[in-house]
């Protein structure tokens, strides 16, 4: 069983739709946690980053983490066509390699 | 452009052939990750250096793949005696201090045949 699983979607929503990303996880050593955007055929962006539980919020964006489920949350408000890519969590625990989760696909139709 | 460079973007290769892939890091990052994402997955570490050192090393990085940082700024992986199961997308990602917030570069995509 992986680490960090993802649900690889393809997630289809309308323009304008709240847009919820979920990642769950195995090991209890995670503190931080990140998302990333990655387009196709480019590298990953990162989105946002927190440390231990709680909410963080950026624009459009919020992220929440819930250690106590180990399960992570992004939403994304108002989703716009642009928005169209895959998103990856991403997890450290103090050591300088971060684990991925395998991405989910988002489509928003325009 | 201040971002995180790689070069080439595209490597075709036949099996067996050595390849070696450049990346530039962000300036005055001194910390700078490797990864390989294959194709529905994520990004699956492979080596990490602090400055110009090497400090860690995924068991993923088989006999067959190096990396050097020789002055603390642009590192290279090299690939020895190419194999299919190498085709892949190298990601290089650089940071500063705060090691959970790495900047990665477009990759280098990999294909052996």
């Known amino acids: 069983q992986k680490e960090v699983e993802q649900d690889p979607g393809p997630l289809s929503v309308p323009e304008g739709a709240i847009v919820s990303l979920n990642c769950t996880y195995s090991n209890s050593a995670f503190q931080y946690f990140m998302w990333y955007r990655q387009y196709s055929r480019k590298g990953p962006e990162l989105l946002m980053y927190?440390?231990?539980?709680g909410n963080k919020e950026d624009g459009r964006f919020t992220a929440q983490v819930d250690k106590s489920s180990k399960y992570i949350s992004l939403f994304i408000r108002d989703s716009q066509p642009s928005d169209s890519a895959t998103y990856l969590c991403a997890m450290g625990a103090g050591r300088r390699a971060l684990t991925f989760g395998s991405g989910t696909r988002l489509q928003v139709q325009p | 452009d201040t971002g995180v460079s790689q070069d080439p973007r595209h490597k075709i290769t036949k099996r067996g052939q050595n390849v070696t892939f450049r990346c530039d890091p962000i300036?005055?990052?001194?910390?700078l990750y490797w990864y390989r994402q294959t194709l529905g997955q994520g990004p699956e570490f492979l080596t990490y250096?602090?400055?110009?050192?090497?400090?860690?090393k995924s068991r993923l990085l088989s006999d067959r793949f190096s990396a050097e940082r020789p002055k603390g700024s642009f590192s290279t992986l090299e690939i020895q005696r190419t194999e299919q199961g190498d085709s892949a997308m190298y990601l290089c990602?650089?940071?500063?201090?705060?090691?959970?917030?790495?900047?990665f570069g477009p990759g280098t995509r990999l294909t052996v045949t």
């Open positions: 300036s005055e990052h001194n910390r």
């Open positions: 250096f602090q400055n110009e050192a090497q400090l860690e």
């Open positions: 927190t440390y231990s539980s």
């Open positions: 990602a650089s940071s500063l201090s705060r090691f959970y917030e790495q900047y």
